[in-house]
C-alpha cells in the first residue's frame, strides 16, 4: 500500500533538462494525480486551507483502502494566491508538466472562469468544489466543466423559500461591489418578488472597504424590517463585529446567502441570530455525512466548515465518475459525469449532463449557541429539495 | 431618523474612520518625513500589530496590554530590521529602500501566516468597551468614542513631543539636514533607528486598535497600505499637521462617499490624490522635494 | 566580453526563442511568460535607468494594453500582431495628458502619481462591467489572425522573441540617439539641460510615452498569452513586482532589467513549487541582494571592470 | 548691430530690489565684464537675461527680438550660453559627453530619436578639440563628476563654447581655477573671442582677469548700474572707486 504521496516536482529539473524528460505513462499504472491550484497565501489564505487539508484527509481515507481502481491518489497542490494569472499559470504547468487531466478545489471563481475556456486544448476536466458564480454554470459554461458545489442562486434560493413564512416584509441588501454580490443581491431581489416580498434597496460598499460604519447607518436609515448581506470572510467578519457594536441586530434579522464559520466563528457572539443559506452544514443529519464529520474531527479535532464538506463532496463526485469510467482519461470520466447519481455528505445528487451542474438539496441554517461546540455555529433549521433550489439548465436564475 | 440625526452619526462615523486613518498613516508619514524613504513593509506590520494585539489580550484578558505589547513588538523587530539593514543604506538611492522594505513585506506576511496560521483571529472587547452611547437617541458604539479620544490624544503628543521636546526638536532637524545635525554632535544614526522603530511601532498600535472593528487576518496589510500613502500624499509627505489633515479628507471623504455616491467611492480617492499631487505636489503641507 | 554589447543581448533573446523549441511543453510556456515580462522590464527601465523617473504605477500601462488588446481581439478578431500594436499606439497616446502631468513632479511625488493613475485604472476596469465584464474580467482572449502555428505554444514563442528583439532594439537605438543622450543630460543636470536649449519636461514626456508604448506591447502580449483579462493586471503589487525586476536587475542597463525579470520570475516559480512560504524566502533574498549586490545583478556581472555610465 | 538691448530690467523680493532699472546694450563681438560687491545684483541680471529668472519688469531683445518671457531653453536655442555660479554639468557622463552634448546643442537634429550614430562622432571630434584647447583632452573619458573642481569649471566653459554661441555669458568662470588653470582659461576666451562673432558677458572677481579680458566694463551696486564704459574710464571713475575699490588709487 503506497503511503500518501504529495508530489512536489520541482520545475527546476524540467526546465533545465536539454531533452526533454520523458514522463512515464501515468494514464493506467501509475498514481491517479489530481491537480489543485489554489490560494495557500494572500487574502484567501484561509479558505485554501480548508481544501488543501481535506483534499490531504480525502486522499488518506481513500488510499488506506486500496485507493481509486487499484491506484494510488496523489494531489498536487500549486499556490495561486487567489490571483487568476497566477491560476492559469500553475494549471498550465501540471497539465503539461505532470500530465494532470483532473483540477479540482480552485478558489475564486475569476480563477475558474479564467481556467474553463482552456480545458479544451488541454483536454483537461475541471469539476468547481466552492466556487460560487452563477455564471459557471449558465453564460460561461464550457463542455468538460462541472459544478458539485452549491452555487450562489441556489443558496439564495433555499433561504427564499424559507423567507416565505417569515413575517418581514421589506428587505434591503448590502454587498461588495464586485461580480459575485451583484448577482447574489440580483437573484435574492427577484427571488423576493417571486414569494410576494419587497426590496426596499440595496447598496455595494467599495471592494477593500474595513469600516462599514456609514453602510450601518444607511441601513438604519432604509429601516427595513430585515436586512441581506452577501459577504464573506474578512468582510464578513468585519461588518457582523461592527454592526453588532451598533445593536443593529437588535432591531432586525439579518440574513445571508452563505454562512460559513470561517466569517461568522471570528465574530464572535455578533453572528449568534444570523440566518442563511448553506452550501454545506456539519449539523446536517445523513450518515455519508456524520461518517465525514467523524472522520473529520478525528483527524483535526474541530467541526468541518462550509469549504471542507464541499471539496469532500468534489472528491466524492469524482471519485464515483472514476470508478464508473473504470479509467482516469479525460473524454472517459466526462461521460461518466454526466448524469452521474449518487448519495453524497449533502444527500442525494445527480450531476447534470447539459449545465455540469449538481442537483442537489438546499439547506437554510441559523447561528446559535450549541452545546459542546465552544464558538457560536450553524444549526440546520430547514432543507428543501434538489428540484426546488437548482435552477433550469444553463441559468443562473428562476424564471 | 430624522436629517440631523443622520449627519450627526455620519460625522461621528467619519471621525472614528479619520482616527483610525490616522493611526495608520502615521507611521508612514514619520518615516518618510525623517528619513525621506517609503515604507513598503507598512501594512505587513500593521496586520502584525492586529495579530499580536489579539493574542495578547487573549492570553492576559486586558484590551490595554494589547494595547502596549503590539507596538512594543513591532518596534523591537523595527529596531533590529534598521540596524541590521537600512543602516547599511542611507548612502544609497532611493531605490535600495524601496526593494527592501518590500523584501520585509513579503517575508513579514509569511512570518505572520507561518506562526499564527490561515485563519482569523479575533479577541472580545471587555464590557466597559462594547456598550453604546445614545446620540440624538441613536446607538453608537463607546469603542468608536475611545478611537476618536485615542486619536486626538495621540495627535496632541505626538505633536507637543515634536514641537516641545528636544528629542522632537532633534528629529525635525535630522529630517531637514542630517549632516548639519550629525555636524553638532548628534548620532543621526541612532536618530534614524529610533524613528524607524517608533514608526513600526505606530503602525503596529494602528492595527491593535483596529483588531476590535476587523478582528487579524491576512487580507489587513494590502488594502491598508493604499489608504496609508493617499493620506500622506494628500496631507504631505513627513508633515505631521499634513497627515492629521490627510486623515480626516479621507476619513470624511469616504464615509460621506460612500453614503452618497457608492457607485464613485472606489475611484474618488485616487482622483483627488491625483488633484492635490498635481496643483501641490509637495501635497497640501508638506514641502515639495 | 561587453554584456550590454547588442549583439551579445540579440544572441541572447534568439538562443532563449530555440530554447522554446527544444523545451517540454510547460517549460516553453514559462519561459515565453518570462520573455514578456522581460519586455514590461525593459519598458519601465527607460523611466527608472535613464530618465531617473521611478514609478509606482507602471501596471497601469500594461494593464490598459491587455485590456485593449483582449477588447480589440475579443469584439473584431483583429489580427494579433495588429491589436498588440494598436493597444501599444492607444497607450502611447494616453501617456501625453497622463504623463504631462506627472512628469511636471519628480521623486516620491511622480512615484505617487503614477501609482494613483494606475489604481484609477483598477477602480475603472472594476466598475465599468458592461465593457470590461467587471471582476470577473474577459476569459477566452482569441489569438486571432495567426494562423495555425504562430497560435501555438512555440509559434506564439517565437512571436514573442521577435517583439522582445524589436523592442530591445528600438529601446537600445534610442537610448543611443541624440534625443537619447538629451534624456540622460536632463536625468544628470536640469540646469544644464536648460543652458544647453532642452525643456526637461517634455524630454521626460518623450521617454514617458515611449515607455507607456512598450509597456502597453507587454500587456497586450500578455493577454494573447493567458487568453485572459483581469482588473488584477492594475494591481500595485504587479507596479511592485516589475519595480523589483528593474532594481535587482541594474536599472540604467536595459540587460539589467531582463535579467532580473527573468531572476524574479524563476525565483518565484521555484520557491513556491518548493515551499509553500516562499514569500519568506524570496523576502529574505531581496533584503540580501540590495544589500550585497548594489549595482543589481548588471553590477555584479561587470564587477570585474569599471563600469562606463556614457549609456 | 546691437545684439542685445536690455531696457529698465528690474527684479524685487517683496521690498528688496535686487536689481533696479538697469539699461544695458551689447554689440555683436563685444566683450563686457560686470564688477560690483557681492549682492550687487550680477547673477540675478545675468539670469534674467539668460532667462533663468522671471522680470520685474524691463524688456530684452536679442537680435531685435523682443525675448522678454522667454525661458532659459528658448534662448539657448537662439544662441545663448552660459555657464553658472555653482557649475552646472552632467557628473554622471563622461567630460568629452558632456562637451559633445554642447556640440549637439546647436545640431538642427539634436532630437533625432534613432540613428545619428555618424553625427555622434562627428559631434565627439569636435569636443576632444576643445577639450584639448582647454587641456582636458587627458582626462577626456573620465566621469565628469570625479574632476577636481577647477576642471569641472574648465569643463563647463569648454561645453559653453562648444555651443559656438552669439552670446556667451561667464558667471565667474575663474572662481576655484589654479593660476595656471585661469591664464589658460583667459588666454583661449581672448583666443576665441578674436576668432568668433561671440559677445560675452563676463562676472569675474579677480580684476587682472577683467582688465586682460574686457575692453568695457558695466559696474552694479545695490542693484544699480553706477558705471558703463571703457575699462580705463571706469577705472577712474569716482563713484566707482568710492563704492567697489574702496578708494583704491
Not at chain 4, 530690489?17 to 560690483?36: F, K, N, P, Q, Y
Not at chain 4, 591664464?183 to 568668433?196: C, F, I, K, Y
Request: glycine share 10%.
Amino acid at each position: 500500500m503506497s503511503t500518501l504521496m504529495i508530489a512536489r516536482r520541482p520545475a527546476l529539473a524540467a526546465l533545465l533538462a536539454a531533452p526533454a524528460l520523458v514522463r512515464p505513462a501515468a494514464a493506467q499504472s501509475g498514481p491517479i494525480r489530481i491537480g489543485v491550484p489554489t490560494a495557500m497565501t494572500g487574502t484567501w489564505a484561509a479558505l485554501g486551507a480548508q481544501v488543501v487539508r481535506t483534499c490531504r484527509l480525502w486522499a488518506k481515507t481513500v488510499n488506506a483502502d486500496g485507493g481509486l481502481l487499484g491506484r494510488p491518489v496523489e494531489f498536487l497542490f500549486e499556490d495561486t494566491q487567489g490571483v487568476p494569472a497566477n491560476c492559469l499559470r500553475k494549471a498550465q504547468e501540471m497539465v503539461e508538466r505532470d500530465r494532470v487531466n483532473i483540477l479540482l478545489g480552485l478558489m475564486a471563481s475569476s480563477e475558474a472562469l479564467a481556467v474553463m475556456p482552456k480545458l479544451a486544448e488541454w483536454n483537461a476536466l475541471f469539476i468547481s468544489s466552492v466556487n460560487g458564480a452563477g455564471s459557471i454554470t449558465a453564460e460561461h459554461w464550457v463542455p468538460n466543466a462541472f459544478r458539485s458545489n452549491i452555487s450562489g442562486p441556489m443558496g439564495a434560493r433555499a433561504l427564499a423559500l424559507w423567507l416565505r413564512n417569515a413575517p418581514q416584509e421589506s428587505f434591503f441588501s448590502l454587498s461588495l461591489d464586485y461580480a459575485w454580490g451583484r448577482s447574489s443581491v440580483e437573484t435574492f431581489e427577484g427571488l423576493l418578488r417571486g414569494i410576494g416580498k419587497r426590496s426596499i434597496g440595496s447598496v455595494f460598499a467599495p471592494v477593500g472597504t474595513r469600516d462599514y460604519s456609514s453602510f450601518i447607518t444607511r441601513v438604519r436609515q432604509a429601516n427595513p424590517q430585515a436586512l441581506y448581506i452577501a459577504l464573506t470572510g474578512d468582510d464578513g467578519t468585519a461588518f457582523l463585529r461592527q454592526a453588532a457594536q451598533f445593536r443593529l441586530f437588535e432591531r432586525m434579522p439579518v440574513v445571508t446567502e452563505t454562512v460559513d464559520m470561517l466569517f461568522t466563528r471570528p465574530a464572535g457572539d455578533a453572528a449568534i441570530g444570523l440566518v442563511g443559506g448553506s452550501r454545506y452544514s456539519f449539523a446536517f443529519d445523513h450518515p455519508a455525512n456524520n461518517d465525514f464529520v467523524q472522520r473529520f474531527r478525528a483527524e483535526h479535532n474541530e467541526l468541518p466548515d462550509t469549504y471542507d464538506g464541499e471539496q469532500w463532496q468534489a472528491c466524492q463526485v469524482l471519485a464515483e465518475a472514476v470508478r464508473k469510467a473504470g479509467r482516469t482519461e479525460t473524454e472517459a470520466v466526462v461521460a461518466a459525469l454526466r448524469d452521474l447519481e449518487m448519495t453524497s455528505v449533502k444527500g442525494p445528487l445527480k450531476m447534470r449532463a447539459c449545465d455540469g451542474q449538481a442537483e442537489q438539496q438546499g439547506f437554510v441554517v441559523r447561528v446559535a449557541r450549541r452545546e459542546g461546540i465552544p464558538h457560536p455555529a450553524p444549526e440546520v433549521i430547514a432543507t428543501y429539495s434538489a428540484a426546488e433550489v437548482t435552477p433550469s439548465c444553463r441559468a443562473s436564475s428562476f424564471s | 431618523m430624522d436629517p440631523l440625526a443622520l449627519l450627526t452619526l455620519q460625522a461621528l462615523n467619519a471621525l472614528s474612520l479619520s482616527a483610525l486613518l490616522f493611526f495608520i498613516s502615521l507611521g508612514l508619514t514619520l518615516i518618510f518625513g525623517i528619513m525621506r524613504v517609503v515604507n513598503f513593509a507598512h501594512g505587513a506590520l500593521f496586520m502584525l500589530g492586529a495579530y499580536v494585539g489579539v493574542t495578547a489580550h487573549n492570553a492576559s484578558g486586558s484590551f490595554l496590554l494589547s494595547l502596549v505589547a503590539a507596538p512594543l513588538a513591532a518596534g523591537l523587530l523595527g529596531l533590529a530590521f534598521e540596524r541590521t539593514a537600512l543602516s547599511r543604506l542611507y548612502a544609497r538611492e532611493h531605490s535600495a529602500f524601496l526593494l527592501v522594505t518590500f523584501g520585509l513585506a513579503l517575508a513579514l506576511t509569511e512570518a505572520i501566516r507561518l506562526l499564527w496560521g490561515a485563519d482569523a483571529r479575533q479577541a472580545e472587547l471587555p464590557d466597559a468597551l462594547s456598550g453604546i452611547v445614545f446620540v440624538m437617541d441613536e446607538p453608537f458604539p463607546v469603542y468608536r468614542l475611545l478611537l476618536i479620544g485615542a486619536g486626538v490624544l495621540c495627535g496632541l503628543g505626538c505633536w507637543a513631543g515634536l514641537q516641545r521636546t528636544r528629542l522632537g526638536l532633534l528629529l525635525r532637524a535630522a529630517s531637514q539636514n542630517p549632516v548639519m545635525t550629525a555636524a553638532l554632535g548628534n548620532d543621526v544614526g541612532r536618530v534614524r533607528a529610533f524613528v524607524f522603530a517608533l514608526a513600526c511601532a505606530l503602525a503596529a498600535l494602528g492595527g491593535a486598535l483596529a483588531a476590535p472593528l476587523l478582528s487579524a487576518s491576512l487580507g489587513l496589510g494590502s488594502n491598508v497600505i493604499i489608504d496609508a500613502f493617499v493620506i500622506v500624499m494628500i496631507g504631505g509627505m513627513g508633515s505631521f499637521l499634513g497627515t492629521a489633515a490627510g486623515s480626516l479628507l479621507v476619513g470624511f471623504a469616504q464615509t460621506f462617499g460612500n453614503y452618497y455616491l457608492p457607485e464613485l467611492a472606489l475611484g474618488m480617492t485616487y482622483v483627488v490624490m491625483i488633484a492635490v499631487l498635481v496643483l501641490r505636489p509637495g501635497g497640501l503641507f508638506g514641502r515639495p522635494e | 566580453m561587453n554584456l550590454s554589447d547588442p549583439r551579445l543581448v540579440l544572441a541572447f533573446i534568439a538562443a532563449a526563442g530555440a530554447l522554446g523549441l527544444v523545451l517540454p511543453a510547460h517549460a516553453t510556456t514559462l519561459l515565453t511568460e518570462a520573455l514578456i515580462l522581460c519586455l514590461f522590464a525593459l519598458s519601465l527601465d527607460l523611466l527608472v535607468g535613464h530618465a531617473r523617473l521611478t514609478s509606482f504605477g507602471h501596471a497601469g500601462p500594461w494593464g490598459f494594453g491587455a485590456y485593449v488588446a483582449a477588447g480589440m481581439l475579443l469584439a473584431w478578431q483583429v489580427p494579433l500582431p495588429v491589436a498588440v500594436l494598436a493597444a501599444g499606439a492607444l497607450t502611447a497616446l494616453l501617456a501625453i495628458p497622463v504623463g504631462w502631468l506627472c512628469v511636471r513632479t519628480g521623486g516620491v511625488a511622480f512615484a505617487m502619481l503614477s501609482l494613483a493613475f494606475a489604481q484609477l485604472g483598477y477602480a475603472v476596469v472594476f466598475k465599468w462591467n458592461a465593457v470590461t465584464g467587471g471582476s470577473d474580467g474577459l476569459p477566452g482572449v482569441p489569438r486571432a489572425g495567426l494562423g495555425e502555428f504562430l497560435a501555438g505554444r512555440e509559434g506564439y514563442h517565437l512571436l514573442v522573441v521577435a517583439f522582445l528583439g524589436a523592442a530591445y532594439l528600438l529601446a537600445w537605438g534610442f537610448v543611443r540617439s541624440p534625443l537619447g543622450r538629451v534624456v540622460a543630460a536632463v536625468r544628470e543636470n536640469e540646469q544644464r539641460a536648460e543652458a544647453l536649449g532642452h525643456d526637461p519636461r517634455r524630454i521626460r514626456l518623450v521617454v514617458f510615452v515611449l515607455s507607456y508604448f512598450l509597456a502597453g506591447v507587454a500587456g497586450a502580449l500578455y493577454a494573447g498569452f493567458a487568453r485572459y483579462v483581469s482588473p488584477e493586471l492594475f494591481f500595485w503589487t504587479v507596479s511592485g513586482h516589475v519595480l523589483v525586476m528593474v532594481v535587482l536587475g541594474g536599472a540604467g542597463t536595459l540587460v539589467g532589467p531582463m535579467l532580473g525579470a527573468l531572476a524574479l520570475f524563476y525565483m518565484e516559480h521555484q520557491l513556491s513549487a518548493l515551499t509553500e512560504s516562499w514569500g519568506l524566502a524570496l523576502g529574505l533574498l531581496f533584503i540580501l541582494v540590495v544589500i550585497f549586490a548594489p549595482r543589481g545583478l548588471m553590477g555584479w556581472l561587470q564587477a570585474w571592470r569599471p563600469r562606463r555610465r556614457d549609456a | 548691430m546691437t545684439l542685445l538691448q536690455c531696457r529698465g530690467l528690474s527684479r524685487a523680493w517683496g521690498a528688496f530690489r535686487a536689481v533696479s532699472d538697469v539699461d544695458l546694450d551689447l554689440a555683436e563681438r563685444e566683450i563686457c565684464a560686470v564688477i560690483g560687491p557681492n549682492g550687487a545684483g550680477k547673477t540675478t541680471l545675468f539670469a534674467m537675461i539668460a532667462g533663468n529668472l522671471r522680470k520685474s519688469a524691463g524688456t530684452v531683445r536679442l537680435d531685435g527680438e523682443d525675448v522678454t518671457g522667454l525661458p532659459a531653453p528658448a534662448l539657448a536655442r537662439r544662441g545663448v550660453a552660459r555657464s553658472f555660479q555653482i557649475t552646472a554639468i552632467c557628473p554622471g557622463l563622461s567630460a568629452v559627453e558632456n562637451v559633445r552634448l554642447g556640440v549637439q546643442a546647436r545640431d538642427p537634429l539634436r532630437w533625432r530619436p534613432f540613428g545619428g550614430a555618424a553625427r555622434m562622432r562627428t559631434g565627439e571630434a569636435r569636443a576632444m578639440e576643445w577639450l584639448d584647447r582647454l587641456g582636458l583632452a587627458g582626462r577626456a573619458k573620465e566621469l565628469a563628476g570625479e574632476l577636481a573642481h577647477g576642471d569641472q569649471r574648465l569643463l563647463e566653459v569648454a561645453v559653453a563654447l562648444a555651443q559656438e554661441p552669439r552670446l556667451l555669458i561667464l558667471d565667474e568662470p575663474t572662481q576655484g581655477m589654479s593660476l595656471e588653470e585661469t591664464r589658460r582659461t583667459v588666454e583661449l576666451l581672448r583666443q576665441v573671442m578674436a576668432e568668433s562673432a561671440t559677445a560675452v558677458l563676463l562676472v569675474e572677481h579677480d580684476l587682472e582677469v577683467v582688465f586682460a579680458l574686457a575692453p568695457r566694463i558695466v559696474v552694479l551696486h545695490r542693484g544699480r548700474k553706477i558705471a558703463d564704459g571703457p575699462a580705463e574710464a571706469v577705472r577712474a571713475d569716482e563713484a566707482v572707486q568710492q563704492a567697489y575699490l574702496g578708494g583704491l588709487g
